[in-house]
């Protein structure tokens, strides 16, 4: 089981912080006829040339993050918010930045390690949104925006309801959730990236936890996620010592 409150309210006072500091905070909320509206995936890009590139973040040799969060039902998560500390797409043409991106969700009852990986899933939407090409690491997230997507009026605030929706319709315990973009600079993101690696060590106990309750004898993911691209990949490869020496043990 995983709940991470204690998390959320540090976003909360992380994005209050920034607003005291005077750096650009856009709160966009979407409505609920939207959010409940069948999503509708467009076959997205595989490949996307440097030249055909209007805006590129969180490039590999510069800074990302991207984690979620997800609380019970004494959380309180605004459905349909979407927060954007920095700049939007239309302001970054001809850019690189760094990226930084959490998902936060409230669910009916504690959710366990499998729905938080599901949450996790949602925002990986490479493939399904034309002129966006990710490319997501553990706890990064690359992509590009081609000059025809940004021309065609795509936004963090699109995207960000695109993968709201997605939630909704994919996990119906997730009663609401809510999205943080920021943009606005390397050491913005890298604070925000201090807070992932504690919220990774907590998913990390609390996955390896679970294995073992779950299957002391066996073991077998409960995701469909590629192992390149999985946060829990490190766990999992942990847990398969586990019980490659127990059975060696056990001989």
Not at 102 to 108: L, N, P, W, Y
Not at 189 to 201: C, D, F, T
Request: glycine share 8%; charged share 25%.
């Amino acid at each position: 089981m995983i709940v991470l409150n204690e998390y959320i309210e540090f976003i909360s006072h992380f994005i209050e912080q920034k607003r005291g500091d005077g750096t650009p905070v856009i709160e966009y909320i979407v409505p609920s006829s939207e959010i409940a509206s069948e999503i509708r995936p467009l076959p997205g890009n595989t490949l996307l040339l440097k030249n055909d590139t209007a805006v590129e973040l969180g490039h590999p040799t510069g800074i990302s993050t991207f984690f979620a969060l997800c609380g019970d039902e004494s959380t309180p998560v605004e459905n349909g918010k979407i927060t954007l500390i920095g700049k939007d797409l239309d302001e970054l043409i001809g850019t690189e930045v760094p990226l930084g991106i959490v998902i936060i969700a409230r669910f009916k009852s504690t959710p366990s390690v499998g729905l938080y990986s599901k949450l996790l899933g949602c925002g990986y939407v490479g493939g399904e949104v034309p002129g966006f090409l990710v490319r997501a690491m553990s706890g990064r997230y690359w992509c590009r925006v081609s000059w025809k997507a940004v021309k065609s009026g795509l936004t963090l605030f699109t995207l960000g309801s695109y993968i709201i929706k997605k939630i909704k319709i994919n996990i119906p315990d997730a009663e609401s959730a809510s999205l943080l973009f920021i943009t606005s600079s390397d050491k913005d993101v890298l604070e925000l990236s201090r807070i992932g690696e504690h919220v990774e060590k907590a998913i990390h106990h609390a996955r390896r936890e679970s294995f073992m309750e779950l299957y002391p004898d066996e073991y077998r993911c409960l995701t469909n996620q590629q192992c390149s691209i999985c946060q829990d990949e490190k766990t999992c490869s942990e847990i398969r010592k586990i019980f490659r020496l127990s059975r060696e043990v056990g001989e």
